[in-house]
Every structure is written in structure tokens, then in C-alpha cells.
């Protein structure tokens, strides 16, 4: 029996198991891959400084990330502009640009560090349900008991997927292309858009940049910018399907989901580490409140599906204003409207 069974041990799984084991929850770590596994993504939002000093893990990453840049350029429709993260009494705010395979170990180590159980799974893991709540997990033919489940699982979609239920999506198909040159970008970190879509230049490590884009339309071929076709191609590259989409329910009778496994916008938005993070403190902070008596399971529940869904409709609006600024046909998706269709919202399992 523990409080909390966290499937997938990615940023916010690990986000979780962190922020629950430093108050004395009792956390099983559940994940399917042996680390390190590849994950694209390693730029930052400043955002995330303050979330890694609680989780007490930020000068482990600090030291692991040799660029910082405080500002990123924007070239859209042939002008140039150079945009800051933001500014505080402490100057300006820095992202930070990690390796995936080093952030993992980093949060994985603190987790083990505060007690936390990791098992790598080698069996389907099946939710255990009775009296319409999730009661525990079972994998490689244990079964453990929980207070609560966390799905932390990314886009394997575990939870959404054991229930047999469809993800809403808010988008057209969408799908970003990712791979890494060996070479030095100037800008530290350069976005440019055109009706055709857009593509994402960033200096990751001295000596490394690594380009995204996404084609309005494109599925198949990967079309890394231009600027990169001199420099010489190093690492891993591929797809992903970032179609914007949303689990009809993302919290309900002892679960909450979390990071990509509850809703997925394109990496436009540049903050899909920030979300996994802090939507896994979040989802622990929400378990706590209920097994200390400061908050009903109804009440953390409704309180974590109205904080998500503020996100996805901010996120959204905010990619649906860029992409209608590039294009006069781009089919605006109506976020609203998915949060408040009945599938949306679902209180039961
Ligand atoms: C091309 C591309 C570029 C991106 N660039 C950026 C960027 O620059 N900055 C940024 O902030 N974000 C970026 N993102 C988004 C970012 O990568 C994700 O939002 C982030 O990884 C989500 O974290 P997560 O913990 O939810 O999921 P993940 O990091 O995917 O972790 C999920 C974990 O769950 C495990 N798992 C899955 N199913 C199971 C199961 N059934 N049982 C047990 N374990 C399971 C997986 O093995 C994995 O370890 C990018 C995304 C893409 C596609």
C-alpha cells in the first residue's frame, strides 16, 4: 500500500514523486523505459528556476546547462525583433538549455534520494478500479494498492487509454519534426515563421543546435531550416504528432493526470516541460490537501481539471492568435468549446 503510484518517470512524474516524498508521502515510480531514453525538448522556460529550487534540484541542472539565454530572436513575415523573457529585481530571466538525458538523471537521483521506489516494468500495467474509483496498479504480476494514482505517462496516454476513452483534440493534424547539427547559433535561441509554418533554432549545449518545425499540412518529410543544410547533422531526429488535444478527464476519483498525458499543444508554446512540472506538483500538492483533511477528493479534483483547462484555453488561444496572424485560412479550433463539451470534465471512471 502506498499514497501515491506515479506511472511514467519522465519531468512530470518525477515532478511529483519529488514534491510528495520531501513531505512524507510514501511514492512508487512506475516507467517502462531503462534511462536514459531520448526525449526532444531541451530549452526551458525561465519559469522553471523557481519550481527546481522547491524541488531542490535547480543548481544540479544549473550545472549541467551551458547556455542561458535571456532573450530569443523572432523573424515573422521578414521582420526581425528580439524578445526578452522578462525582467525581475534580480535582472533578467534565463531559460535554461539542458539535455533531456541529464535532466532525467537529475530528477530521477532526487526522487531515489527522498525514498522513492522505481520500478521498471517489463508488463502492460492495468489500473485497479472498484466502486468507481482507481484503488491501485498492477504490473509484472504484483499488485500494489494506492491512495492515489498519478498518470505521468507522456503521450503513451496511459490512464486515458486504460479507460478506452479518446482524447479531444482542439487542432488540425499537426506534426513537428526535430534533429540536432553541429554548429553555433549567434541568437541562442531563433524562431521564424512564415504562412508555411514555422521552425525553431536553439543552441543546446557549446557546440550543438537543435532545429524544430512544424509545416502547416506536412506529415511526412522532415524539413529542417535552410541555415542548418551546411552544418553537419549529428544525434537523433524524427517526428511527433503535436496535435492539440486534451484527456477528457484529467483528474477524478483518486487520479490526476499530468504533462503531456493530459494535454498536448505544439511546441510553439515553448513551455512543455514548465507544464509536466508543474502540473505534477500540482497534482501531488492536490493529493496531500486531501489525505491531510484540508480538501474533500471532489473539491482537489474540481480545483486540478479547472487549473488545466485554464491552461490548455490559454495555450491555445495563444497558438491559434500566431497562427491566425500567419495565415487567413488557419481553422481556429474552439478550446472553449472542447472544455465544455459533456465529454469533457468527466467526474467517474
Ligand atoms: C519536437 C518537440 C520539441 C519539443 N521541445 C520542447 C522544448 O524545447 N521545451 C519544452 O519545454 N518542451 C518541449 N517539448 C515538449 C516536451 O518534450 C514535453 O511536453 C515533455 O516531455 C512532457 O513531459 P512528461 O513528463 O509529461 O512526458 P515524458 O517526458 O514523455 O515522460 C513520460 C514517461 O512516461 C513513460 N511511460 C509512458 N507510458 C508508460 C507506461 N504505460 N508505463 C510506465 N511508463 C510509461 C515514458 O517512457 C516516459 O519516460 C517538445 C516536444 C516535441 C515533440
Not at 513551455?271 to 506538483?281: D, E, F, K
Amino acid at each position: 500500500m502506498v499514497d501515491l503510484a506515479v506511472i511514467g518517470a519522465g519531468p512530470a512524474g518525477c515532478a511529483t514523486a519529488i514534491w510528495a516524498a520531501a513531505r512524507g508521502l510514501n511514492v512508487l515510480l512506475v516507467e517502462r523505459s531503462q534511462f536514459p531514453r531520448f526525449r526532444p525538448g531541451e530549452c526551458l522556460h525561465p519559469g522553471i528556476e523557481v519550481l527546481f529550487r522547491d524541488l531542490g534540484v535547480f543548481d544540479k541542472v544549473l550545472e549541467k546547462s551551458s547556455v542561458r539565454p535571456s532573450t530569443r530572436t523572432v523573424i515573422s513575415e521578414g521582420c526581425r525583433s528580439v524578445e526578452s523573457f522578462g525582467v525581475d529585481d534580480n535582472g533578467p530571466w534565463q531559460a535554461l538549455h539542458v539535455s533531456r538525458a541529464d535532466l532525467d538523471a537529475i530528477l530521477l537521483t532526487r526522487a531515489q534520494q527522498l525514498g522513492v521506489t522505481l520500478h521498471i516494468h517489463r508488463s502492460r500495467v492495468i489500473p485497479i478500479s472498484s466502486n468507481g474509483k482507481i484503488e491501485g496498479v498492477e504490473f509484472d504480476g504484483r499488485i500494489f494498492r494506492c491512495a492515489f494514482v498519478v498518470d505521468a505517462s507522456g503521450q503513451g496516454a496511459w490512464l486515458t487509454r486504460s479507460l478506452g476513452r479518446k482524447y479531444l483534440p482542439a487542432s488540425p493534424c499537426l506534426t513537428a519534426f526535430y534533429g540536432y547539427c553541429h554548429g553555433h547559433l549567434p541568437e541562442g535561441q531563433l524562431f521564424e515563421a512564415s504562412t508555411a509554418g514555422w521552425q525553431w533554432m536553439a543552441q543546446v549545449s557549446a557546440d550543438v543546435v537543435n532545429w524544430t518545425s512544424l509545416h502547416f499540412g506536412v506529415h511526412q518529410k522532415p524539413l529542417p531550416p535552410a541555415t542548418m543544410s551546411s552544418l553537419s547533422s549529428c544525434g537523433r531526429n524524427g517526428g511527433a504528432d503535436v496535435t492539440w488535444r486534451i484527456a477528457p478527464s484529467v483528474a477524478g476519483p483518486s487520479f490526476f493526470i499530468t504533462g503531456d498525458a493530459a494535454f498536448v499543444t505544439d511546441p510553439a508554446c515553448g513551455n512543455g516541460v514548465l507544464r509536466a512540472v508543474m502540473s505534477g506538483i500540482k497534482a501531488a500538492y492536490n493529493a496531500r490537501a486531501i489525505l491531510t483533511g484540508q480538501a474533500t477528493q471532489a473539491e482537489a479534483a474540481q480545483d486540478y481539471r479547472t487549473w488545466m483547462k485554464h491552461w490548455f484555453e490559454a495555450d491555445t488561444a495563444q497558438l491559434t492568435h500566431l497562427y491566425e496572424t500567419l495565415r487567413k485560412d488557419w481553422r481556429a479550433p474552439n478550446s472553449l468549446a472542447i472544455t465544455q463539451h459533456p465529454a469533457f470534465e468527466l467526474k467517474s471512471i
